[in-house]
T-cell receptor, first 113, second 115 residues
C-alpha cells in the first residue's frame, strides 16, 4: 500500500528565514512521482514542485527545493526566505502509474512577521 | 490558458438529496480526477476519468459516481446525501494518464454542506 506521512501538523517560521517541511513515503513501486502542493485558505491546491523517483538531482523551483533521500524514502520541502504569503497548508503527495494521488495529512505553516 | 474550473463553488443540500458537481479541465487535458477533502479523513481519491472511461476508483460507496464527456468535462454525482458527505470536492486535470509523475492541476473546489 502507498502511504505518505507528514509528522508536523503545524510549523512556525520567522519571515525571511528558511523552513523545512517533512515528508516520508512508502511504496514498493520503483517508478513514482513526489509532489508538494500549497493550499491557502481559499481551498485551491497550488502545485509547487515535483521529483521523479529516477531523478538524480534534487528538484528546485524558485524559493522551493525538494530534499530527496531515496534510501530513507523522504522528500522534504525546503522554503527559503519565507514570506507572509507562504502561510498555508502544505501537502506532500505521491503517484505511481496512473493519476491516483496519495496525500499526506498536511502541515500548516505560519509565517511570523 | 484558463485553469481548471469547478461549478458551483458552494452548495447546501439536505440529507437524502442528490447533487451534481461539474469540472472543466484545462484545454487539451484528457484526464480528470476527483478528490474529497474533509478535516477528519484528509484528501481522498474518488475516481479518475480519461477519454470518457473510468480508469481508477477509490474506496467510496456506490452513491458516488462520475462521468466524462467527449469534451473532457466531467461531472460527479452523489446520491442520497449523508451528513458525512459534507466536504470540499476538488477536481484535478492532467494531460495524460498511466505514467508516474503526471502533474495534476487542481480547481478551486466545490464546498458541499449537507444539513
Amino acid at each position: 500500500a502507498q502511504k505518505i506521512t507528514q509528522t508536523q501538523p503545524g510549523m512556525f517560521v520567522q519571515e525571511k528565514e528558511a523552513v523545512t517541511l517533512d515528508c516520508t513515503y512508502d511504496t514498493s513501486d520503483p517508478s513514482y512521482g513526489l509532489f508538494w502542493y500549497k493550499q491557502p485558505s481559499s481551498g485551491e491546491m497550488i502545485f509547487l514542485i515535483y521529483q521523479g523517483s529516477y531523478d538524480q538531482q534534487n528538484a528546485t523551483e524558485g524559493r522551493y527545493s525538494l530534499n530527496f533521500q531515496k534510501a530513507r524514502k523522504s522528500a522534504n520541502l525546503v522554503i527559503s526566505a519565507s514570506q507572509l504569503g507562504d502561510s498555508a497548508m502544505y501537502f506532500c503527495a505521491m503517484n505511481r502509474a496512473g493519476n491516483q494521488f496519495y496525500f499526506g495529512t498536511g502541515t500548516s505553516l505560519t509565517v511570523i512577521p | 490558458k484558463a485553469g481548471v474550473t469547478q461549478t458551483p463553488r458552494y452548495l447546501i443540500k439536505t440529507r437524502g438529496q442528490q447533487v451534481t458537481l461539474s469540472c472543466s479541465p484545462i484545454s487539451g487535458h484528457r484526464s480528470v480526477s476527483w478528490y474529497q477533502q474533509t478535516p477528519g479523513q484528509g484528501l481522498q481519491f474518488l475516481f479518475e476519468y480519461f477519454s470518457e472511461t473510468q480508469r481508477n476508483k477509490g474506496n467510496f460507496p456506490g452513491r458516488f459516481s462520475g462521468r466524462q464527456f467527449s469534451n473532457s468535462r466531467s461531472e460527479m454525482n452523489v446520491s442520497t446525501l449523508e451528513l458525512g458527505d459534507s466536504a470540499l470536492y476538488l477536481c484535478a486535470s492532467s494531460y495524460s494518464s498511466g505514467r508516474a509523475g503526471n502533474e495534476q492541476f487542481f480547481g478551486p473546489g466545490t464546498r458541499l454542506t449537507v444539513l
